[in-house]
Protein backbone atom coordinates (compact mmCIF):
# COMPACT_ATOMS: atom_id res chain seq x y z
CA UNK A 1 0.00 0.00 0.00
CA UNK A 2 1.21 3.06 -0.88
CA UNK A 3 1.46 6.48 0.89
CA UNK A 4 -0.83 9.71 0.93
CA UNK A 5 0.52 13.36 0.02
CA UNK A 6 0.72 13.74 3.64
CA UNK A 7 2.87 11.19 4.73
CA UNK A 8 4.63 11.35 1.35
CA UNK A 9 5.49 14.91 2.41
CA UNK A 10 7.02 13.67 6.24
CA UNK A 11 10.04 12.30 3.97
CA UNK A 12 13.04 14.13 4.48
CA UNK A 13 13.26 16.44 1.75
CA UNK A 14 9.89 16.03 0.01
CA UNK A 15 8.26 18.83 1.58
CA UNK A 16 6.19 20.38 -0.75
CA UNK A 17 6.17 18.03 -3.47
CA UNK A 18 2.07 17.90 -3.64
CA UNK A 19 1.80 21.34 -4.84
CA UNK A 20 5.16 21.11 -7.01
CA UNK A 21 3.24 17.85 -8.10
CA UNK A 22 -0.10 19.75 -9.05
CA UNK A 23 1.72 23.15 -10.38
CA UNK A 24 4.26 21.68 -12.84
CA UNK A 25 3.47 18.06 -13.36
CA UNK A 26 -0.21 17.36 -13.34
CA UNK A 27 -0.08 20.16 -16.20
CA UNK A 28 2.49 18.15 -18.73
CA UNK A 29 0.29 15.12 -18.69
CA UNK A 30 -3.30 17.28 -18.94
CA UNK A 31 -2.07 18.92 -22.03
CA UNK A 32 -0.11 16.39 -23.70
CA UNK A 33 -3.55 14.81 -25.26
CA UNK A 34 -3.09 11.11 -24.05
CA UNK A 35 -6.44 9.09 -23.49
CA UNK A 36 -6.85 5.48 -23.02
CA UNK A 37 -6.46 3.35 -26.15
CA UNK A 38 -7.03 0.25 -27.96
CA UNK A 39 -3.28 -0.57 -26.96
CA UNK A 40 -4.37 -3.71 -25.25
CA UNK A 41 -5.90 -5.05 -28.09
CA UNK A 42 -2.87 -3.94 -30.39
CA UNK A 43 -1.07 -5.92 -28.03
CA UNK A 44 -3.44 -9.26 -28.16
CA UNK A 45 -3.17 -9.39 -31.93
CA UNK A 46 -0.09 -9.28 -31.97
CA UNK A 47 0.11 -12.14 -29.12
CA UNK A 48 -1.70 -13.81 -30.92
CA UNK A 49 0.34 -13.40 -34.18
CA UNK A 50 3.37 -14.66 -32.56
CA UNK A 51 1.10 -17.68 -31.11
CA UNK A 52 0.00 -18.15 -34.87
CA UNK A 53 4.03 -18.27 -36.18
CA UNK A 54 4.53 -21.09 -33.86
CA UNK A 55 1.54 -22.95 -34.70
CA UNK A 56 2.46 -22.63 -38.00
CA UNK A 57 5.96 -23.62 -37.18
CA UNK A 58 4.99 -26.72 -35.87
CA UNK A 59 2.77 -28.29 -38.65
CA UNK A 60 5.27 -27.49 -41.37
CA UNK A 61 8.04 -28.95 -39.48
CA UNK A 62 5.94 -32.16 -38.96
CA UNK A 63 4.71 -32.02 -42.39
CA UNK A 64 8.07 -31.63 -43.68
CA UNK A 65 9.31 -34.75 -40.87
CA UNK A 66 6.23 -37.00 -42.59
CA UNK A 67 7.36 -36.26 -46.60
CA UNK A 68 11.73 -36.74 -46.39
CA UNK A 69 13.22 -40.27 -45.93
CA UNK A 70 14.57 -41.82 -42.87
CA UNK A 71 18.23 -41.34 -44.82
CA UNK A 72 20.98 -39.52 -43.63
CA UNK A 73 20.79 -36.08 -46.86
CA UNK A 74 16.82 -36.66 -45.02
CA UNK A 75 17.63 -36.40 -41.58
CA UNK A 76 20.37 -33.75 -42.72
CA UNK A 77 18.13 -31.56 -44.90
CA UNK A 78 15.53 -31.49 -41.67
CA UNK A 79 17.99 -30.34 -39.43
CA UNK A 80 18.80 -27.37 -42.12
CA UNK A 81 15.45 -26.59 -42.46
CA UNK A 82 14.71 -26.59 -38.64
CA UNK A 83 16.13 -22.83 -38.35
CA UNK A 84 14.74 -22.01 -41.13
CA UNK A 85 11.31 -22.81 -40.64
CA UNK A 86 11.06 -21.91 -37.45
CA UNK A 87 12.15 -18.06 -38.16
CA UNK A 88 10.27 -17.76 -41.57
CA UNK A 89 6.47 -18.87 -39.99
CA UNK A 90 7.32 -16.08 -36.57
CA UNK A 91 8.32 -13.27 -39.04
CA UNK A 92 5.61 -14.65 -41.69
CA UNK A 93 3.37 -14.30 -39.28
CA UNK A 94 4.80 -10.71 -37.79
CA UNK A 95 4.40 -9.69 -41.22
CA UNK A 96 0.73 -10.11 -41.31
CA UNK A 97 0.50 -7.79 -38.28
CA UNK A 98 3.29 -5.08 -39.25
CA UNK A 99 0.29 -2.02 -38.73
CA UNK A 100 -0.84 -2.99 -35.81
CA UNK A 101 2.97 -3.52 -34.51
CA UNK A 102 4.49 0.03 -36.13
CA UNK A 103 1.04 1.38 -34.25
CA UNK A 104 1.92 -0.06 -31.10
CA UNK A 105 5.71 1.04 -31.09
CA UNK A 106 4.80 4.41 -32.61
CA UNK A 107 1.78 5.07 -29.62
CA UNK A 108 4.23 3.58 -26.99
CA UNK A 109 6.77 6.17 -28.32
CA UNK A 110 4.64 9.01 -27.62
CA UNK A 111 3.73 7.91 -24.08
CA UNK A 112 7.49 7.45 -23.51
CA UNK A 113 8.06 10.55 -23.98
CA UNK A 114 5.61 12.32 -21.95
CA UNK A 115 5.68 10.12 -19.03
CA UNK A 116 9.75 10.69 -19.30
CA UNK A 117 9.31 14.68 -19.30
CA UNK A 118 6.84 14.16 -16.19
CA UNK A 119 8.95 12.10 -13.96
CA UNK A 120 11.78 14.39 -14.98
CA UNK A 121 9.84 17.07 -13.43
CA UNK A 122 8.77 15.64 -10.55
CA UNK A 123 12.07 14.61 -9.77
CA UNK A 124 13.37 18.25 -10.06
CA UNK A 125 12.86 19.62 -6.53
CA UNK A 126 14.39 16.44 -5.04
CA UNK A 127 17.36 16.84 -6.81
CA UNK A 128 17.02 13.75 -8.93
CA UNK A 129 17.92 13.17 -12.91
CA UNK A 130 15.53 11.19 -14.79
CA UNK A 131 16.70 8.61 -17.12
CA UNK A 132 14.08 6.84 -19.30
CA UNK A 133 16.20 4.22 -20.59
CA UNK A 134 18.88 2.98 -17.72
CA UNK A 135 21.26 1.19 -20.37
CA UNK A 136 20.38 2.20 -23.66
CA UNK A 137 17.74 0.67 -25.92
CA UNK A 138 17.16 -2.58 -26.51
CA UNK A 139 18.90 -4.52 -28.58
CA UNK A 140 16.15 -6.30 -30.39
CA UNK A 141 14.47 -3.47 -30.35
CA UNK A 142 17.46 -1.54 -31.87
CA UNK A 143 18.52 -4.59 -34.70
CA UNK A 144 14.76 -4.24 -35.94
CA UNK A 145 15.03 -0.25 -36.55
CA UNK A 146 18.66 -1.07 -37.89
CA UNK A 147 17.27 -3.13 -40.72
CA UNK A 148 17.15 -1.51 -44.51
CA UNK A 149 13.72 -2.50 -44.77
CA UNK A 150 12.83 -0.83 -41.46
CA UNK A 151 10.32 1.71 -42.08
CA UNK A 152 11.28 4.90 -41.51
CA UNK A 153 8.53 5.61 -38.68
CA UNK A 154 10.37 2.81 -36.70
CA UNK A 155 13.90 4.58 -36.81
CA UNK A 156 12.51 7.88 -36.27
CA UNK A 157 11.57 6.32 -32.87
CA UNK A 158 14.41 4.36 -32.08
CA UNK A 159 16.03 7.43 -32.25
CA UNK A 160 14.41 9.17 -30.10
CA UNK A 161 14.45 6.33 -27.56
CA UNK A 162 18.26 6.22 -28.00
CA UNK A 163 18.93 9.68 -26.84
CA UNK A 164 16.42 8.50 -23.84
CA UNK A 165 19.50 6.16 -22.33
CA UNK A 166 22.16 6.59 -19.85
CA UNK A 167 23.65 5.47 -16.95
CA UNK A 168 25.31 2.86 -18.48
CA UNK A 169 28.23 1.91 -16.23
CA UNK A 170 25.23 1.27 -12.80
CA UNK A 171 23.62 -0.74 -15.10
CA UNK A 172 26.89 -2.60 -16.13
CA UNK A 173 27.39 -3.15 -12.66
CA UNK A 174 24.39 -4.90 -11.46
CA UNK A 175 24.96 -7.21 -14.64
CA UNK A 176 28.25 -7.71 -13.38
CA UNK A 177 27.25 -8.59 -9.76
CA UNK A 178 24.76 -11.03 -11.60
CA UNK A 179 22.17 -9.33 -10.13
CA UNK A 180 20.00 -9.11 -13.51
CA UNK A 181 18.94 -12.82 -14.17
CA UNK A 182 16.07 -14.44 -12.43
CA UNK A 183 17.10 -15.85 -9.13
CA UNK A 184 16.09 -19.48 -9.67
CA UNK A 185 18.04 -19.81 -12.57
CA UNK A 186 21.31 -22.00 -12.75
CA UNK A 187 23.18 -22.36 -15.36
CA UNK A 188 25.27 -25.59 -16.10
CA UNK A 189 28.61 -25.38 -18.08
CA UNK A 190 32.45 -24.22 -18.00
CA UNK A 191 32.93 -20.67 -16.54
CA UNK A 192 33.19 -19.07 -19.96
CA UNK A 193 29.70 -20.86 -20.87
CA UNK A 194 28.24 -19.02 -17.23
CA UNK A 195 29.58 -15.85 -18.03
CA UNK A 196 28.23 -15.66 -21.62
CA UNK A 197 25.24 -16.84 -20.63
CA UNK A 198 24.58 -14.36 -17.95
CA UNK A 199 25.99 -11.21 -20.03
CA UNK A 200 23.17 -12.47 -22.67
CA UNK A 201 20.36 -12.77 -20.07
CA UNK A 202 21.06 -9.76 -17.91
CA UNK A 203 22.07 -7.81 -21.48
CA UNK A 204 18.49 -8.63 -22.87
CA UNK A 205 16.18 -7.73 -19.63
CA UNK A 206 14.34 -5.17 -19.49
CA UNK A 207 15.34 -2.14 -18.22
CA UNK A 208 13.16 1.05 -17.06
CA UNK A 209 12.96 4.26 -14.88
CA UNK A 210 16.48 5.33 -13.92
CA UNK A 211 17.27 7.96 -11.36
CA UNK A 212 20.48 9.31 -9.92
CA UNK A 213 21.27 12.07 -7.65
CA UNK A 214 22.82 12.70 -4.04
CA UNK A 215 20.79 12.74 -0.36
CA UNK A 216 23.14 13.59 2.60
CA UNK A 217 26.59 13.55 0.57
CA UNK A 218 25.88 9.59 -0.72
CA UNK A 219 25.81 10.14 -4.55
CA UNK A 220 23.15 7.06 -5.41
CA UNK A 221 22.10 5.29 -8.78
CA UNK A 222 18.58 3.44 -8.94
CA UNK A 223 16.46 1.87 -11.80
CA UNK A 224 14.03 -1.12 -11.99
CA UNK A 225 14.80 -4.38 -14.16
CA UNK A 226 11.67 -6.80 -15.56
CA UNK A 227 11.65 -10.55 -14.80
CA UNK A 228 8.98 -12.33 -17.04
CA UNK A 229 7.20 -15.01 -14.79
CA UNK A 230 5.18 -17.28 -16.73
CA UNK A 231 1.29 -17.03 -16.23
CA UNK A 232 2.67 -14.77 -13.55
CA UNK A 233 2.46 -10.96 -13.10
CA UNK A 234 6.25 -9.69 -13.70
CA UNK A 235 8.59 -9.09 -11.14
CA UNK A 236 10.00 -5.34 -10.86
CA UNK A 237 13.12 -5.59 -8.99
CA UNK A 238 14.23 -1.85 -7.64
CA UNK A 239 18.39 -2.18 -7.76
CA UNK A 240 20.36 0.85 -5.89
CA UNK A 241 23.78 1.50 -6.50
CA UNK A 242 26.41 3.00 -4.44
CA UNK A 243 29.87 3.44 -3.80
CA UNK A 244 31.30 0.64 -1.62
CA UNK A 245 33.26 2.60 1.55
CA UNK A 246 36.60 0.64 0.52
CA UNK A 247 37.94 -1.33 -2.94
CA UNK A 248 37.10 -4.67 -2.71
CA UNK A 249 39.24 -6.94 -4.63
CA UNK A 250 36.75 -10.17 -4.16
CA UNK A 251 33.57 -10.69 -4.47
CA UNK A 252 30.88 -10.87 -1.41
CA UNK A 253 27.13 -11.69 -1.63
CA UNK A 254 24.50 -11.11 0.74
CA UNK A 255 20.67 -12.58 0.26
CA UNK A 256 17.89 -12.81 2.39
CA UNK A 257 16.51 -16.93 2.93
CA UNK A 258 13.57 -16.06 1.01
CA UNK A 259 15.47 -15.40 -2.39
CA UNK A 260 18.22 -17.41 -4.27
CA UNK A 261 22.11 -16.13 -4.82
CA UNK A 262 22.96 -13.76 -7.48
CA UNK A 263 24.55 -15.60 -10.45
CA UNK A 264 28.42 -15.02 -10.42
CA UNK A 265 31.27 -16.77 -12.30
CA UNK A 266 33.74 -16.33 -9.94
CA UNK A 267 35.33 -19.30 -7.82
CA UNK A 268 36.26 -19.70 -4.06
CA UNK A 269 33.01 -18.66 -2.36
CA UNK A 270 32.44 -19.79 0.78
CA UNK A 271 29.84 -19.24 3.35
CA UNK A 272 30.52 -16.57 5.71
CA UNK A 273 29.69 -17.00 9.84
CA UNK A 274 29.07 -13.93 11.28
CA UNK A 275 28.15 -14.95 14.46
CA UNK A 276 25.05 -13.88 15.45
CA UNK A 277 21.98 -15.78 15.37
CA UNK A 278 19.51 -12.87 14.57
CA UNK A 279 21.77 -12.43 10.88
CA UNK A 280 21.76 -15.84 10.33
CA UNK A 281 18.43 -16.54 11.19
CA UNK A 282 17.34 -13.69 8.05
CA UNK A 283 20.43 -13.85 5.56
CA UNK A 284 23.21 -15.91 4.30
CA UNK A 285 26.58 -14.36 3.38
CA UNK A 286 29.04 -15.82 1.23
CA UNK A 287 32.55 -14.43 -0.17
CA UNK A 288 36.02 -14.66 -2.19
CA UNK A 289 37.67 -12.92 0.62
CA UNK A 290 36.34 -13.55 3.87
CA UNK A 291 38.25 -11.06 4.90
CA UNK A 292 37.05 -8.21 3.36
CA UNK A 293 33.43 -9.67 3.85
CA UNK A 294 33.94 -9.05 7.82
CA UNK A 295 35.52 -5.74 6.76
CA UNK A 296 31.82 -4.99 5.20
CA UNK A 297 30.04 -6.79 8.12
CA UNK A 298 31.43 -5.58 11.27
CA UNK A 299 29.23 -5.57 14.15
CA UNK A 300 27.50 -2.47 13.60
CA UNK A 301 26.06 -3.15 10.18
CA UNK A 302 25.35 -6.42 11.03
CA UNK A 303 22.87 -4.98 13.41
CA UNK A 304 21.41 -2.27 10.57
CA UNK A 305 21.41 -4.95 8.50
CA UNK A 306 19.29 -6.93 10.50
CA UNK A 307 16.56 -4.36 10.79
CA UNK A 308 16.52 -4.63 6.78
CA UNK A 309 14.79 -7.91 6.27
CA UNK A 310 10.74 -7.16 7.19
CA UNK A 311 10.15 -10.65 5.78
CA UNK A 312 10.82 -9.44 2.15
CA UNK A 313 13.47 -10.77 -0.38
CA UNK A 314 16.94 -8.60 -0.65
CA UNK A 315 19.56 -9.40 -2.62
CA UNK A 316 22.86 -7.54 -2.22
CA UNK A 317 26.52 -7.64 -3.97
CA UNK A 318 29.95 -6.05 -3.13
CA UNK A 319 32.54 -6.64 -6.07
CA UNK A 320 34.79 -3.44 -7.37
CA UNK A 321 34.46 0.16 -6.15
CA UNK A 322 29.72 -0.43 -5.97
CA UNK A 323 27.35 -2.11 -3.51
CA UNK A 324 24.70 -3.20 -5.43
CA UNK A 325 20.81 -3.70 -4.09
CA UNK A 326 18.25 -5.91 -5.42
CA UNK A 327 14.39 -5.73 -4.05
CA UNK A 328 11.82 -7.18 -5.80
CA UNK A 329 8.53 -6.17 -5.86
CA UNK A 330 5.24 -4.63 -8.22
CA UNK A 331 5.34 -2.21 -10.79
CA UNK A 332 7.28 1.21 -9.77
CA UNK A 333 7.15 4.84 -11.00
CA UNK A 334 3.60 3.81 -13.45
CA UNK A 335 2.96 7.46 -13.84
CA UNK A 336 1.28 6.34 -17.32
CA UNK A 337 0.64 3.05 -18.65
CA UNK A 338 2.85 2.79 -21.99
CA UNK A 339 0.33 0.52 -23.80
CA UNK A 340 -3.04 2.41 -23.03
CA UNK A 341 -2.01 5.55 -21.97
CA UNK A 342 -4.14 5.68 -18.78
CA UNK A 343 -2.74 7.80 -16.17
CA UNK A 344 -4.50 9.27 -13.37
CA UNK A 345 -4.01 12.06 -10.12
CA UNK A 346 -3.77 8.74 -8.05
CA UNK A 347 -1.04 7.65 -10.33
CA UNK A 348 1.05 10.27 -9.75
CA UNK A 349 0.67 10.41 -6.20
CA UNK A 350 1.54 6.28 -6.04
CA UNK A 351 4.76 7.59 -8.40
CA UNK A 352 5.59 10.44 -5.54
CA UNK A 353 5.34 7.48 -3.06
CA UNK A 354 7.30 5.20 -4.95
CA UNK A 355 10.17 7.56 -5.45
CA UNK A 356 9.66 8.64 -1.35
CA UNK A 357 10.20 4.74 -0.64
CA UNK A 358 12.93 4.78 -2.56
CA UNK A 359 14.93 7.22 -1.40
CA UNK A 360 14.29 6.59 2.12
CA UNK A 361 15.67 2.63 1.17
CA UNK A 362 18.55 4.61 -0.33
CA UNK A 363 19.24 6.53 3.29
CA UNK A 364 18.55 3.46 5.10
CA UNK A 365 21.16 1.25 2.95
CA UNK A 366 23.87 4.11 3.39
CA UNK A 367 23.40 4.12 7.16
CA UNK A 368 23.47 0.44 7.60
CA UNK A 369 26.77 0.05 5.92
CA UNK A 370 28.56 3.24 7.24
CA UNK A 371 29.18 4.58 3.74
CA UNK A 372 31.48 7.84 4.80
CA UNK A 373 29.37 10.87 4.33
CA UNK A 374 30.99 13.68 1.95
CA UNK A 375 30.56 17.19 2.03
CA UNK A 376 28.25 18.71 -0.88
CA UNK A 377 30.55 21.29 -1.62
CA UNK A 378 33.73 19.11 -1.19
CA UNK A 379 34.86 15.83 -2.53
CA UNK A 380 33.28 13.16 -4.65
Not at 43 to 58: D, E, M, N, P
Not at 84 to 93: D, T, V
Not at 204 to 215: I, K, L, T
Request: glycine content about 10%.
Amino acid sequence: MGMGWDEIEKIDGFAGLRAHAETNVLPLLENAGLTASDGARLKRRLSRAVSGGFIAFVLSFLLVQALLPDSWWGETLVFILFPLLFLGCLLGSLLLYWRSFLRLVLDAKTRFLVRARALSALGEPLGLSYVAMPGGMPPALKWLAGQSWAPAELKDAAGALEQAGGMEEAVAAARDAGLMIESNVYVIGSAEQKAQYQETAARHAQVEDGFHGRRGGIDFELFEWVERVEKAPSIHHLVIVLEAPLTLHGVTQLRARKTGWPQDTAAGFTEVDLGPRAFGELYRLRSTDQVEARAIFNPAVIERVIALAEGGAFRAVGKGSRLVFDFPGADRFALIDLVTGAWSPETLERTASDLAAALALVDTLAHAFMLARKSDTGGT
